[in-house]
Structure formats: structure tokens, C-alpha cells
């Protein structure tokens, strides 16, 4: 009896040597291609070393790292494909990311996801608000500020378009939709959002003179400082440098397993006015 109780703790522990080999392996290879900025490789493979560290105490701090990783794939995945103009795509993207960082509880990497989501909306919804689909245009930008609230661009884009289905319909509700959008715009105090701000409380005035005239039956012609439909947004940059590698895979060891760096972007969250011309594609996770 004593023989085979040593024998099935011997087994037991070949066992679970060799599932912490395995882990520490599909690591490395994780790490590997995501340094190669293989992210779709990257993060399958992080995937795997969650699942089958999951009841590995050995390899707790390999699926830490696996679970601070996986967001930033998807992150940089979406920006890949909004440099390619595959902008559904990189919402898809995007919004993986939110879900595994809301899933692993990293608002910080959650929060990144989102303002990129909210730049790539805005491309969509100028496109559309040019086209004077207002309605349509709406409902992007709408998706757009949900994401991240901080997009004064994006709120004022949504206003217009609110103010601009009222002169298609007459119907008042879409006005007073668009000046509450403005006049949360133009109650922003923090001198990044100052110009965004003053463009709010230029087009409150415009917009409401507009809906005078048009209660009263009178047309009133656009100023040119005030033009009713938004440049598009210039195509988003490709990332311009391939984030930091991890080094070489090394052997399968706890202590020397690679770790790649966490999700990162030079992009400032809610700066007003910020476009994709000017802030550019996710450039690296660091």
C-alpha cells in the first residue's frame, strides 16, 4: 500500500512538472511573437497559458502577466487595422481589448482601448456627417462619446448632427438634444478643451438663430466661419516603430520566463480636439 501511495506522488508529480513546462513554453512562444508583432499569435497563445495555468500554482505569475498582455494584442491589433482603414475591424479589436481589461480588472489599458474606439468612430461618423446623413451620423457619434466622453470632437460632431436633423425634420427634440450637447461642451473649464469649448458656444448661437428663423418661416444663410458639415479626418498613421521585444525565449523557468511589457500609447486621453491626424495610430505597448 505505501509502494503505491509513493508511486502516485511520483506520477502526481511528473504530471504537474510537465503541465509547468508546457505553460512556460506556450509563454515564451507568446512572448516571442509578440515581440515579432505577431499580436494575433501572441495573444491565442497567451490565451492558452490563462487556461492552462489556471490551476497551476506554479505558473500564477506567468498568467498574471498572460492576463496584463492580452489586452494590449487586441490594442495593438486595432490599431493595425485602422492604419489599413479597416475601421470595423478595429473597433472589433478595440473592443476585445475593454473586455479583457475589464475582465482582468486593468482600467488602465480599458480606458486606452476606449479613447482609440472613440478616434475611430469619429473617422466613421465625419465620413457620414459629410455625406449629410445626419442620422446615420448620430448614431456613430453617439457610440463614439459613449466610449469616451472626453471626445469634445466627437460631442460637437454629435450636436451638429442633432441640429441638423431638427432642419431636415422641424422637429425641436433634435435641437434641444444638440444644445445639450454643446453647452456640455462649452461648460468645460480645463484649458485643453478651450477651443472645442468656444466652438460650442459659437455654434449655440448659430444653431439658435437658425431655429428661430426657421419657427418663423425665414431662411438664414451659413457664414462661412461656420461651415455645417466637418472635414473629414485624415487616414490614421501606422504605428511607426514595433513595440519593445522581450528578449530571446529562454528555458522554461518560473524566475527567467520572458515577459513582454504592457499595453501603452502616446495618445493623450480626451484632448480636445484631438484627431487621428494629429495623435496616430497605437505606436507601441511598452
Known amino acids: 500500500?505505501?509502494?503505491?501511495?509513493?508511486?502516485?506522488?511520483?506520477?502526481?508529480?511528473?504530471?504537474?512538472?510537465?503541465?509547468?513546462?508546457?505553460?512556460?513554453?506556450?509563454?515564451?512562444?507568446?512572448?516571442a511573437a509578440y515581440g515579432a508583432r505577431n499580436f494575433t499569435e501572441a495573444?491565442?497563445?497567451?490565451?492558452?497559458?490563462?487556461?492552462?495555468?489556471?490551476?497551476?500554482?506554479?505558473?500564477?505569475?506567468?498568467?498574471?502577466?498572460?492576463?496584463?498582455?492580452?489586452?494590449?494584442?487586441?490594442?495593438?491589433?486595432?490599431g493595425e487595422a485602422a492604419r489599413n482603414k479597416n475601421y470595423n475591424v478595429a473597433l472589433k479589436n478595440f473592443e476585445k481589448s475593454v473586455e479583457l481589461a475589464e475582465l482582468y480588472e486593468d482600467t488602465q489599458a480599458r480606458d486606452k482601448a476606449r479613447v482609440w474606439m472613440a478616434k475611430v468612430y469619429k473617422l466613421q461618423g465625419d465620413k457620414v456627417l459629410n455625406n449629410k446623413d445626419y442620422a446615420a451620423a448620430a448614431t456613430v457619434f453617439e457610440k463614439g462619446l459613449a466610449a469616451d466622453p472626453d471626445n469634445t470632437g466627437v460631442a460637437l460632431n454629435l450636436a451638429a448632427s442633432y441640429c441638423e436633423?431638427?432642419?431636415s425634420s422641424g422637429d425641436v427634440a433634435w435641437y434641444?438634444?444638440?444644445?445639450?450637447?454643446?453647452?456640455?461642451?462649452?461648460?468645460?473649464?480645463?484649458?485643453?478643451?478651450?477651443?472645442?469649448?468656444?466652438?460650442?458656444?459659437?455654434?449655440?448661437?448659430?444653431?439658435?438663430?437658425?431655429?428661430?428663423a426657421k419657427l418663423k418661416g425665414a431662411a438664414v444663410p451659413v457664414p462661412v466661419s461656420v461651415p455645417v458639415s466637418v472635414p473629414v479626418s485624415a487616414p490614421v498613421s501606422?504605428?511607426?516603430?514595433?513595440?519593445?521585444?522581450?528578449?530571446?525565449?529562454i528555458a522554461p523557468a518560473p524566475a527567467d520566463a520572458v515577459v513582454p511589457p504592457a499595453a501603452d500609447s502616446t495618445a493623450v486621453a480626451g484632448s480636445a480636439g484631438v484627431t487621428t491626424e494629429d495623435a496616430g495610430v497605437p505606436e507601441s505597448a511598452e
Open 1 to 31: 500500500m505505501k509502494k503505491l501511495f509513493i508511486t502516485i506522488i511520483a506520477l502526481f508529480t511528473v504530471v504537474t512538472l510537465s503541465a509547468q513546462e508546457d505553460v512556460e513554453t506556450i509563454y515564451n512562444e507568446a512572448a
Open 43 to 78: 495573444a491565442a497563445k497567451f490565451e492558452k497559458v490563462v487556461e492552462l495555468g489556471a490551476d497551476n500554482d506554479e505558473a500564477t505569475r506567468l498568467v498574471a502577466t498572460a492576463k496584463k498582455s492580452l489586452p494590449a494584442c487586441y490594442f495593438m491589433l486595432g
Open 165 to 167: 436633423m431638427f432642419m
Open 238 to 249: 501606422a504605428p511607426a516603430a514595433a513595440p519593445a521585444a522581450p528578449a530571446t525565449p
Open 176 to 212: 434641444e438634444r444638440g444644445m445639450e450637447v454643446y453647452e456640455a461642451v462649452a461648460a468645460r473649464t480645463d484649458f485643453k478643451y478651450a477651443d472645442d469649448a468656444a466652438k460650442a458656444r459659437e455654434k449655440i448661437t448659430y444653431y439658435t438663430n437658425k431655429k428661430d
